[in-house]
């Protein structure tokens, strides 16, 4: 009995400290993805892409955000930044990344912000050959662990050139 006891009373014990976390609930971090969009300009046609996921990862001496849209089954967007200025910021423990254009040049050391299109052809993806990118983070709001910003695109084989914009775009962040 006295076992028993025990038990129940660590248990109680538990929810009673879990109790003070549901104080904090924000209806706000679920409802943010409402309000995501995400776009493609191609010969001066606006498209609205799908968000498909945005995840921001902590590596070793930076942090990653990628994003993937797509448009039905026939095109697929993948943007990634790399953000390796955090530390003037604050630090690599929060959901924030450092305003400004992360750019991507093929064949040079510029490689923080990488555009890759892809178009179905048949059955398959075909990915375009990325000549050169440009991904510019305007806005994050930490709280609501959202992001927004534009994207350039220039390839290659065939040679396009494709942007858009992203707005509030919400976030998995992975510590």
């Not at 969009?37 to 001496?61: D, E, F, W």
């Amino acid at each position: 009995m006295k076992k028993h006891l025990l038990y129940s009373f660590a248990a109680l014990s538990c929810a009673a400290g879990l109790c003070p976390s549901c104080s904090d609930y924000d209806k706000t971090l679920l409802d943010n993805c409402e309000r995501t969009s995400i776009n493609v300009v191609y010969n001066n046609q606006y498209v609205p892409l799908k968000m498909l996921s945005a995840t921001l990862v902590r590596q070793p001496g930076a942090k990653v955000l990628s994003q993937e849209a797509y448009f039905s089954d026939s095109v697929k967007l993948l943007l990634k930044v790399t953000d390796t200025a955090w530390a003037a910021g604050g630090g690599q423990g929060h959901d924030s990344l450092t305003l400004g254009t992360y750019r991507y040049v093929r064949n040079s050391k510029d490689t923080l912000g990488r555009v890759i299109a892809g178009f179905r052809q048949g059955t398959q993806l075909q990915w375009l050959p990325t000549d050169s990118s440009a991904i510019t983070i305007s806005a994050v709001d930490v709280k609501r662990r959202t992001v927004t910003g534009r994207y350039y695109l220039r390839t290659v084989s065939p040679a396009m050139v494709i942007s858009g914009e992203f707005s509030e775009v919400c976030l998995l962040s992975i510590p």
